[in-house]
C-alpha cells in the first residue's frame, strides 16, 4: 500500500490533520489531556475534476473546513462565564437560531478573504498607480507591474513577520511546525514515536505558507501580461481574475509538491525560506498532539483503501 497524502492545518493549542474522506482535531485542554475529534466528509462533484477550477473549490472548501475547526478549538479556552451573555449575542442567537455557527464561519471567512485581497492585491495596485510612467509602452506596464509585486510580497512578508512576534501566533507557529514534523516523518517511512518525529524538519513543500506564496507570484508574472490601466478598471480586472490565478497557481503548487526534479525543488525554495515565519520548533507534548491527529485520520484512510481495493 502507498503512502496517504495528509495535510493539516495548525489551530490554538492543537492541529487538524486532513485526509481525502476524513479529518481529525486534537486540542491539549487547559487540564493538560487532549481532546480528538473525529470528522467524515466527501467531496463530490466534477469541479473537483477540472484543472484550475478545483483549485478555486478546493481552496474554499479547505479554508470552511480550517474555520470551524478554529472555532471549535477556540471553545476549549473561552474564559467567558455561561449566563454573562451579551445582548447583541442574544439577539443573534434569537435572529439565527442553529444556524449562528455557520454564519459566524461564513462571516469570518468573508471577511478574511476581504481583507487578504484588500491588502495584498488591491494596495499594491492602488500605490503602484502613483507612479507617473508611461503605461502605453510595453516596458512601463512591466515596471509598473513589477513595483506592484514587490509591494505585494513586501505587504505579505511584513505581515507574516509582526503576526510571528505575538505570543499566541507563536503557540500557533510551533503546533505548524508539529504538523509538518509528523508529515515529513511518516513520509520517511519511520515509525511515529516522539522521538522519530521531532528529528524531521519543520518545514513540508505542500504548506499553505507555499502556496500563498505562489498566489503572488503567479499573480505578478499573469497582470503583467494583461496591461495597465485606469485604477477602477485595474481593480475591476484583478478582482475578475483573482479566482483564475488562484486556480492556476493550486495546480503549479500541485506539480511543485509531487516533483522530485531540481527544477521543483527551486520552485519550492521561496516558499520554503518563507516558512521560517510561519513554523518554530514544537515542544514533545505538542509533537504528541500531532501524532494523535494524523493516526486517526491515517486509520480511517487506510481502512477507506482497503475496502476498495476488497470491492475491486
Not at 176 to 196: P, R
Not at 209 to 219: A, N
Not at 261 to 287: H, N, V, Y
Request: proline share 2%; hydrophobic share 50%; glycine share 8%.
Amino acid at each position: 500500500m502507498g503512502k496517504v497524502i495528509i495535510a493539516g492545518s495548525a489551530l490554538i493549542e492543537g492541529l487538524m490533520m486532513i485526509g481525502r474522506s476524513n479529518a481529525a482535531i486534537a486540542i491539549r485542554k487547559p487540564e493538560g489531556d487532549i481532546h480528538l475529534e473525529k470528522r467524515c466528509y466527501t467531496r463530490s462533484g466534477q469541479v473537483y475534476k477540472i484543472p484550475i477550477i478545483r483549485g478555486v473549490f478546493s481552496f474554499i472548501w479547505q479554508m470552511i473546513l480550517v474555520t470551524k475547526a478554529m472555532m471549535f478549538s477556540a471553545s476549549f479556552f473561552d474564559l467567558e462565564e455561561e449566563g454573562n451573555e451579551s445582548g447583541i449575542d442574544r439577539f443573534l442567537d434569537k435572529l439565527f437560531g442553529e444556524k449562528l455557527k455557520d454564519v459566524i464561519v461564513y462571516f469570518s471567512l468573508s471577511l478574511s478573504l476581504a481583507f487578504s485581497i484588500g491588502l495584498f492585491i488591491l494596495l499594491p495596485n492602488l500605490l503602484a498607480g502613483l507612479l507617473k510612467l508611461d503605461n502605453s509602452t510595453y516596458m512601463g506596464v512591466i515596471y509598473y507591474n513589477l513595483f506592484e509585486g514587490v509591494l505585494r510580497i513586501s505587504l505579505f512578508i511584513g505581515y507574516l513577520t509582526i503576526a510571528s512576534r505575538a505570543k499566541d501566533i507563536k503557540r500557533v507557529w510551533e503546533y505548524h511546525g508539529a504538523e509538518h514534523k509528523t508529515i515529513n516523518c511518516y513520509e520517511h517511512g519511520e515509525e511515529l514515536t516522539v522521538d522519530n518525529v521531532m528529528k524531521h524538519s519543520a518545514k513540508n513543500p505542500r504548506c499553505g505558507t507555499s502556496y500563498m506564496f505562489f498566489v503572488l507570484l503567479v499573480s505578478i508574472l499573469f497582470f503583467s501580461f494583461i496591461g495597465w490601466y485606469s485604477i477602477w478598471m485595474n481593480i475591476i480586472i484583478r478582482l475578475m481574475l483573482i479566482p483564475f490565478v488562484a486556480g492556476l497557481s493550486f495546480e503549479l503548487f500541485i506539480l511543485a509538491g509531487k516533483g522530485d526534479s531540481k527544477l521543483a525543488e527551486i520552485i519550492c525554495i521561496p516558499g520554503m525560506l518563507l516558512q521560517r515565519l510561519t513554523t518554530k520548533e514544537p515542544d514533545k507534548q505538542q509533537i504528541e498532539v500531532a501524532i494523535e491527529a494524523f493516526n486517526a485520520v491515517l486509520l480511517v484512510e487506510e481502512e477507506n483503501s482497503i475496502n476498495k481495493c476488497a470491492a475491486l
